[in-house]
Nanobody
Framework: QVQLVESGGGSVQAGGSLRLSCAATYTLWCMLWFRQAPGKEREGIASIVYGSTTYADSVKGRFTISRDNDKNTLYLQMNSLRPEDTAMYYC??????????????????RGQGTQVTVSS
């Protein structure tokens, strides 16, 4: 059983930065960050598999996903934060196919989330 524990969330002003971490019991092939804003559906925003990264258009150029396999930790560096980035952020892990579908339901393992609030 793989456990995923997110940390690093908090409150920041627009234009600021945060770095989220997701500590895993061990890392799997595909790891993603999802987010869910109040009243909206959960959406995938960044994935990493075999060193290849993909980003949603809404975060491209501002967020960077990375992983440290020695530490079994996934990261999300978030720069130039906007109020619309306010959401609960989750990490998820699964087989390589997960990084094609970006579907929450396809993840084998999911974290409990960390809240990010960006004020204007």
């Amino acid at each position: 059983q793989v456990q995923l524990v997110e940390s690093g969330g908090g409150s920041v002003q627009a234009g600021g930065s945060l770095r989220l971490s997701c500590a895993a019991t061990y890392t799997l092939w595909c790891m993603l960050w999802f987010r869910q804003a109040p009243g909206k559906e959960r959406e995938g925003i960044a994935s990493i598999v075999y060193g290849s990264t993909t980003y949603a258009d809404s975060v491209k150029g501002r967020f960077t996903i990375s992983r440290d396999n020695d530490k079994n930790t996934l990261y999300l560096q978030m720069n130039s934060l906007r109020p619309e980035d306010t959401a609960m952020y989750y990490c998820a892990a699964g087989p390589p196919s997960l990084c094609r579908t970006w579907r929450w339901a396809d993840a084998d393992y999911r974290g409990q989330g960390t809240q990010v609030t960006v004020s204007s």
